[in-house]
């Protein structure tokens, strides 16, 4: 069992209940061939092409095809069987802390664990990585042995802010070398970290992929009280007056603004974000990917 502070493997194996006792999504069967059709949508890939027949979108014309044989040709596509399932996680210093339950860097830990076994029930393949210009992604794989390679990543991950870290753009770099059209990507992330980043780096993942942001915060970060409030870090004790409105303003600002802003936001950008609390149940936004994605601005 954890103690709040440093996630465990056990406790991350044992998340999977949260996940298998839901209803898994329908994703067609995975038996037998799979009929082509000549439009193209999420999770789909080009396999041949035919001549042009009445009906077809002209937007899916081969024109090499149709330039060689002088006859027009429409592509045609086929479903890809198993969906890539890519974890993003964040290892921003601000996550190693926490005041209710555990640490932010804990829950992330647990969120993307729920994620993984949401993968393997969805018969998705699964992968993550960080922001880490030396340590590359755990590589794709299904099943049982796909979720608990994610699992062993994110304990590491977790528990302690890694060496090498580059940051969230650094991962998010990495992401979309990796990411196929019509994959699924789950980002990890402190506020802090998502604020520094272009509302434009979103709207471009959002063009292919289904993207869910999970934004870790702390009760006292969002809610703190009118006093005087003392800090340990680096050794040495820190004192904040939050009892005046001047040092609750510089406090809001540095972590309730960048979560409402995200919150507000990156909707019309395609993503689909939802602020999870250290104290929250870990499977808490699990809902969101049942829902349809937003349109995108």
Not at 149 to 157: K, N, P, S
Not at 191 to 211: D, I, N
Not at 278 to 285: I, K, T
């Amino acid at each position: 069992m954890s103690d709040g502070v440093i996630p465990t493997v056990t406790e991350l194996v044992g998340l999977r209940a949260a996940v298998t006792g839901r209803r898994a999504a329908r994703r067609g069967s995975h038996g037998g061939g799979q009929a082509l059709s000549p439009m193209r949508g999420r999770g789909m890939e080009y396999a041949e092409s035919r001549e042009y027949a009445a009906g077809d979108d002209a937007r899916h014309i081969d024109w090499r095809v149709t330039a060689r044989t002088g006859r027009a040709h429409t592509k045609l596509y086929q479903a890809e069987r198993e969906r890539l399932s890519l974890i993003v996680a964040d290892t921003a210093p601000g996550l190693y802390f926490g005041t209710r339950v555990r640490f932010k860097s804990v829950q992330a830990a647990r969120a993307g664990a729920v994620a993984a076994w949401a993968a393997v029930r969805d018969g998705d393949r699964v992968a993550a990585l960080r922001g880490s210009t030396t340590e590359p992604p755990v590589s794709p794989a299904g099943g049982v042995r796909g979720a608990l390679r994610v699992i062993d990543a994110l304990a590491r991950w977790y528990t302690a802010p890694p060496s090498g870290d580059e940051g969230l753009a650094t991962a998010l770099d990495h992401a979309q070398r990796l990411l196929r059209p019509g994959a699924r990507l789950l980002v990890l992330a402190d506020p802090g970290s998502v604020a520094g980043l272009a509302a434009a780096r979103w709207s471009m993942l959002a063009k292919h992929h289904e993207v869910f942001l999970l934004l870790l915060t702390d009760p006292l970060e969002m809610a703190p009280p009118q006093a005087n409030l003392a800090f340990r870090a680096d050794g040495r004790r820190v004192e904040m007056d939050l009892a005046g409105d001047a040092g609750r303003e510089r406090w809001m600002s540095e972590f309730s603004v960048p979560v409402q802003a995200a919150l507000e936001k990156l909707p019309s950008r395609g993503i689909r974000v939802q602020a999870l609390s250290s104290d929250a149940p870990s499977d808490s936004w699990l809902s969101m990917l049942g829902r349809q994605p937003p349109l995108v601005a």
